[in-house]
Nanobody
Framework: QVQLVESGGGLVQAGGSLRLSCAAS????????MGWFRQAPGKERKFIAT????????LYADSMKGRFTISRDDAKNTVYLQMNSLKPEDTAVYYC??????????????????WGQGTQVTVSS
């Protein structure tokens, strides 16, 4: 069974940067793609970006382009989310997730079968 563990969250001032990591452990890890989502209190879980495990192609939510960058290190079974120019409205719990098949619905949380426990990101003004 694969487990995903996020790290790198914390408290940062507006304009600052954070890099989140998501490490996979367990049986042989070979998802079709990995994604990052976030969820603010009282809000729905929102898609940020996805990256194909083979080839590394990426897709972003339009609102996340430019400030957020997803990347992976397949040798380490780790996916990253670099976040720059952070704003108070970026405050949320950030989750990574894995999807095992090709889908056009990569932006839907429901297609991802494995999730991490989340890491809190708080941006102060």
């Amino acid at each position: 069974q694969v487990q995903l563990v996020e790290s790198g969250g914390g408290l940062v001032q507006a304009g600052g940067s954070l890099r989140l990591s998501c490490a996979a452990s367990g049986r042989t890890f070979s998802p079709y793609a990995m994604g990052w989502f976030r969820q603010a209190p009282g809000k729905e879980r929102k898609f940020i970006a996805t990256i194909a495990w083979t080839g590394g192609s990426t897709l972003y939510a339009d609102s996340m382009k430019g400030r957020f960058t997803i990347s992976r290190d397949d040798a380490k079974n780790t996916v990253y989310l670099q976040m720059n120019s952070l704003k108070p409205e970026d405050t949320a719990v950030y989750y990574c997730a894995a999807v095992d098949y090709s889908t056009t619905y990569y932006y839907l949380a429901s297609v991802y079968s494995t999730w991490g426990q989340g890491t809190q990101v708080t941006v102060s003004s």
